[in-house]
């Protein structure tokens, strides 16, 4: 018989599991905090959206439009986790993929990282994120993982296909141009996304 959908072993999630999420982005937002990261927007509202990608509330409100490409780390993550630790269960996988996801919302919020989207994207005006914009960003990664564990194969292909069309025609921008920019700068690339 040929399948067609997730193939995961039924080793079910945990209170402990999700104990250790919850745990791995609390240490990462007292980490933000202590780096010196607004806990909220400057602004003095706190938004579920903000639709706005060149608005300073970029990246400060609880969710925008790169919310979805934390989604597609979850994916992501999912996959190679599932064929490089095939012995670990579905709970330590998402506790890793968390992990690492944490990690990188704590590196890109350094000076380094900041400095370097300023440097070679489009945005300019980037100044970090907010601790609520990195806490919920980790939630969409989970939240990616657990449709990748879940889902057919076929269905997280096409999610993450779906999700990069919809961000590159919405704000040209989407996850694969954002590392594609990030190591390897294109002016061209540029230029489009700035609109000209």
């Known amino acids: 018989m040929i399948r067609t959908g997730n ?3 039924t080793s079910p999630l945990t209170w402990r599991h999700g104990l250790g999420v919850v745990l791995i982005i609390a240490i990462a937002a007292l980490t933000l905090h202590l780096m010196g990261r607004l806990d909220t927007c400057a602004c003095g509202t706190v938004k579920l959206w903000q639709g706005n990608v060149h608005s300073p509330e970029n990246s400060q409100q609880i969710t925008d439009w790169y919310t979805p490409t934390h989604v597609l780390h979850g994916l992501l993550f999912y996959l ?7 012995r670990w269960s579905l709970g330590t996988r998402l506790l890793a993929a968390t992990a690492v996801e944490a990690g990188w919302e704590i590196l890109e919020n350094t000076d380094f990282i900041i400095e ?13 994120d907010t601790v609520i914009n990195s806490a919920f960003d980790i939630v969409a990664m989970v939240a990616g993982f657990l449709i990748a564990a ?13 999700i990069e069309t919809v961000l590159a025609l919405a704000i040209r921008d ?9 190591i390897w700068p294109i002016k061209a690339i540029k230029a489009w996304q700035a609109g000209s």
């Open 80 to 86: 190679a986790l599932r064929y490089l630790t095939p």
């Open 7 to 9: 193939t995961e072993p």
């Open 116 to 128: 370097r989207y300023r440097e070679v994207t489009i945005s300019l005006g980037y100044y970090g």
């Open 150 to 162: 879940r889902a057919p194969v076929w269905l997280s292909i096409a999610l993450f296909i779906a």
């Open 174 to 182: 989407n996850l694969t141009l954002n590392i594609l920019m990030l």
